[in-house]
């Protein structure tokens, strides 16, 4: 057997990482905003990678970058709230996502929230809502991948969602 003219590029360089990154801009994702609130304080960050897993029992997913300090936070608190963003919300998902000087708590200066029957903190102007409770939290590659069983949703009005593609916020 023979070795191929030219080998792929190797999974961790950083051509091989910068053409997925690239790639995966092209994909557009609803833009949510994942919130913890228990012992080990509150957190919230801006996230595109939420998925259903199961409506039996009702269960999601969520990655979270392992060195982000609200991972770090949810993994203590072993329980988080997904709310999700509609048209109009972008500076919202700045706030979270880093983009403005608020941190930590002060993240939570911005938008109407309140705590839900679970405890986490709630947008009250989210399409969605979600309270989960962490039942898996594992490493993978650079990020943690949660999985938590759903104890709470609240459907808000229904109106045009914000969706992050091309590396940019749009309404849909």
């Avoid at 910068?18 to 919130?35: K, N, Q």
């Avoid at 199961?54 to 609200?70: G, I």
């Avoid at 993994?75 to 700045?94: I, K, P, S, W």
Wanted: a positive charge.
């Amino acid at each position: 057997m023979t070795a191929p003219a030219s080998a792929p590029p190797d999974a961790a360089s950083p051509d091989r990482q910068a053409l997925f990154r690239d790639a995966m801009s092209r994909v557009a994702g609803a833009v949510h905003l994942i919130t913890t609130d228990g012992p080990a304080g509150r957190g919230g960050l801006t996230a595109t990678a939420v998925t259903s897993v199961s409506d039996a029992p009702p269960t999601l997913l969520v990655c979270l970058n392992q060195n982000s300090r609200t991972a770090a936070i949810l993994r203590q608190n072993m329980a988080f709230a997904v709310n999700t963003l509609g048209a109009g919300q972008q500076e919202l998902a700045n706030v979270f996502a880093g983009r403005t000087p608020a941190r930590g708590e002060a993240r939570f200066t911005h938008g109407a929230w309140r705590n839900g029957a679970a405890g986490q903190p709630l947008l009250g102007d989210a399409l969605v809502h979600f309270e989960a409770r962490v039942i898996d939290f594992r490493p993978v590659a650079s990020h943690f991948v949660v999985i938590g069983e759903i104890l709470g949703i609240g459907l808000g009005h229904a109106h045009g969602g914000l969706v992050y593609v091309r590396r940019a916020y749009h309404a849909v």
